[in-house]
Nanobody
Framework: VQLQAFGGGLVQAGGSLRLSCAVS????????VGWFRQAPGKEREFVAS????????SYADSVKGRFTISRDNAKNTVYLQVNSLKPEDAAVYYC?????????WGQGTQVTVSS
């Protein structure tokens, strides 16, 4: 499975973006898709996830109420709607897919937040 994330950019604090992750290759066996992020000098951290075959979601406490993860299986695309952005949300955002116990990573998309 291959993952390609896009949709990042420069946004003012308080603004919004929608990140997308295109999932290609065989999706059979994918259990969970989601997003991680990594800010400069910090470890990569979990942001949100959603099960591939249900609407069960999980969010990091730092983004609850501001970020929404969704997916469109017909388009094999995962979305992350990011609202009320804060300077601390600035990071490279990576999409992931867990398939048969293996985590697959896409390339990141940069989100920059100006204060």
């Amino acid at each position: 499975v291959q993952l390609q994330a896009f949709g990042g950019g420069l946004v003012q604090a308080g603004g919004s973006l929608r990140l997308s992750c295109a999932v290609s290759g065989s999706t059979f066996g994918i259990q969970v898709v989601g997003w991680f992020r990594q800010a400069p000098g910090k470890e990569r951290e979990f942001v949100a996830s959603i099960r591939w075959n249900s609407d069960s979601t999980s969010y990091a406490d730092s983004v609850k109420g501001r970020f929404t993860i969704s997916r469109d299986n017909a388009k094999n695309t995962v979305y992350l709607q990011v609202n009320s952005l804060k300077p601390e949300d600035a990071a490279v955002y990576y999409c992931i897919a867990d398939k048969w116990g293996t985590r697959h990573w896409g390339q990141g998309t940069q989100v920059t937040v100006s204060s």
